[in-house]
Nanobody
Framework: VQLVESGGGLVQPGGSLRLSCVASGFTFSRYVMRWYRQAPKKEREWVAR????????NYANSVKGRFTISRDNAKNTVYLQMNSLKPEDTAVYYC?????????WGQGTQVTVSS
């Protein structure tokens, strides 16, 4: 089982990034996918969630209207489009796959928002 995030980097405030998370080793289409983030010296926090068929999407209030989660089950990939980035969005971003029995995590990708 693997979840591999990519797309992080350094961006100026107001900029955009698109994170990707490619899954392997399990039936991706049967899992709810989530993005979390963890800033230095802070607890990991939930960012966004998308159900297996993309029927339900939820966002944390801190990113609502700026971030968009999506998935492509044919490519075993979940995305996080991040617009209007702020310094407080700086964190390591993790993707998570979850169902009633299993819970998988990626290794994370660093996002730094700074001028």
């Amino acid at each position: 089982v693997q979840l591999v995030e990519s797309g992080g980097g350094l961006v100026q405030p107001g900029g955009s990034l698109r994170l990707s998370c490619v899954a392997s080793g399990f039936t991706f289409s049967r899992y709810v996918m989530r993005w979390y983030r963890q800033a230095p010296k802070k607890e990991r926090e939930w960012v966004a969630r998308i159900t297996s068929s993309s029927g339900t999407i939820n966002y944390a209030n801190s990113v609502k209207g700026r971030f968009t989660i999506s998935r492509d089950n044919a490519k075993n990939t979940v995305y996080l489009q991040m617009n209007s980035l702020k310094p407080e969005d700086t964190a390591v971003y993790y993707c998570n796959a979850n169902n009633d029995w299993f819970d998988y995590w990626g290794q994370g990708t660093q996002v730094t928002v700074s001028s």
